[in-house]
């Protein structure tokens, strides 16, 4: 049976190979060369492998030693930073939000989302993008306080989880001044000969664009699929192709990316929701986005 693992002996070795060898790291930990060969050979029964091999007159990491030295450096480095962590923390207090955001979300619409909670005085607000299923797994560990996405959370036995409708916005067409003008007779047909970007279908609004042109027997000239939709704007605004986004941000819209609208979407819209926990305390400010009028 394998020795119980123990951060104490991790920590020796740490030392050793960050030092180059078992006598400079006793010098450095003020310790015996016996004390410190002894830490790290338990260190290795524990792990069931050698992680320091003889070269020369010196050691050398093994490849299980690299493996152990990479884990090492993360857990001991994020070590030497919590006394400022807690010192900052404690000195300048603030209400800190986790907020998970599914990548297929216009930035524009998540800013406008979160506006409720912007205006708490001490915010530090901390926002991660990523797949829908990864932001549910945080969220069920409790690394997320909320995660907002176009589509409402699947069902899941093993999670309570709520989906609150947080808006919705229809859609329109958006390009250059010089797309939209060329764009504008006979639109929405005119579509099918113009250079046209879309969001990939990892988004909800995707099936429902597709649908959109299926209606019109419309067979778009796809220029260019973007799973991160401020991309997919930046092309848009380059000239590489007109592009649909939500009416929601019309106005910042032109202003971020000297865009013109070109038509509306008829019958496409893009639904918002804040995701969360079934908790019996809830975050103050995840209660303050789910109350904000939509």
């Known amino acids: 049976m394998s020795t119980p693992f123990n951060y104490k002996h991790l920590y020796y070795f740490w030392v050793v190979a960050k030092?180059?060898?078992?006598?400079?790291?006793?010098?450095?930990?003020?310790?015996?060369?016996?004390?410190?060969?002894a830490q790290v050979r338990e260190l290795e029964r524990s792990l069931g492998y050698a992680l320091l091999k003889p070269a020369g007159r010196g050691l050398v990491l093994t490849e299980a030693g690299?493996?152990?030295?990479?884990?090492?450096?993360?857990?001991?480095?994020?070590?030497?930073?919590?006394?400022?962590?807690?010192?900052?923390?404690?000195s300048t207090p603030a209400v800190r939000l986790a907020v998970g955001i599914s990548d297929g979300l216009p930035k524009l619409v998540v800013h406008r989302l979160l506006q409720p909670a912007l205006t708490e005085p001490n915010l530090r607000l901390l926002c991660h993008e990523g797949e829908l299923d990864d932001l549910l797994g945080d969220?069920?560990?409790?690394?997320?306080?909320?995660?907002?996405?176009?589509?409402?959370?699947?069902?899941?036995?093993?999670?309570?989880?709520?989906?609150?409708?947080?808006?919705s916005s229809a859609f329109a067409w958006y390009g250059t001044a010089e797309l939209v003008k060329a764009a504008s007779t006979n639109f929405p047909q005119s579509l099918a000969d113009m250079p046209v970007l879309l969001p990939t279908a990892h988004t909800a609004v995707r099936v429902r664009?597709?649908?959109?042109?299926?209606?019109?027997?419309?067979?778009?000239?796809?220029?260019?699929?973007?799973?991160?939709?401020?991309?997919?704007?930046?092309?848009?605004?380059?000239?590489?192709?007109l592009f649909p986004a939500a009416e929601w941000v019309h106005e910042?819209?032109?202003?971020?990316?000297?865009?013109?609208?070109?038509?509306?979407?008829?019958?496409?819209?893009?639904?918002?929701?804040?995701i969360g926990t079934e908790r019996k305390v809830k975050h103050p400010l995840v209660q303050r986005l789910l109350q904000a009028p939509l």
């Not at 060898?21 to 310790?31: C, E, H």
């Not at 000239?221 to 991309?231: K, Y």
Request: aromatic share 6%; hydrophobic share 45%.
């Open 19 to 37: 030092e180059g060898g078992i006598s400079r790291a006793a010098d450095k930990l003020d310790m015996a060369v016996q004390t410190v060969s």
């Open 252 to 274: 910042n819209l032109l202003a971020h990316y000297a865009v013109q609208r070109l038509g509306p979407c008829e019958g496409v819209t893009e639904e918002f929701f804040a």
């Open 139 to 167: 969220l069920a560990l409790h690394r997320l306080d909320v995660v907002l996405s176009d589509r409402p959370a699947p069902t899941n036995p093993n999670i309570k989880l709520y989906s609150h409708a947080l808006g």
């Open 209 to 241: 664009l597709d649908h959109w042109f299926e209606q019109r027997a419309i067979r778009p000239r796809v220029a260019g699929e973007f799973e991160d939709s401020a991309l997919l704007k930046t092309f848009g605004a380059g000239g590489m192709g």
């Open 66 to 90: 690299l493996a152990a030295m990479r884990q090492a450096d993360q857990i001991f480095q994020l070590g030497e930073q919590l006394p400022a962590l807690v010192r900052d923390t404690v």
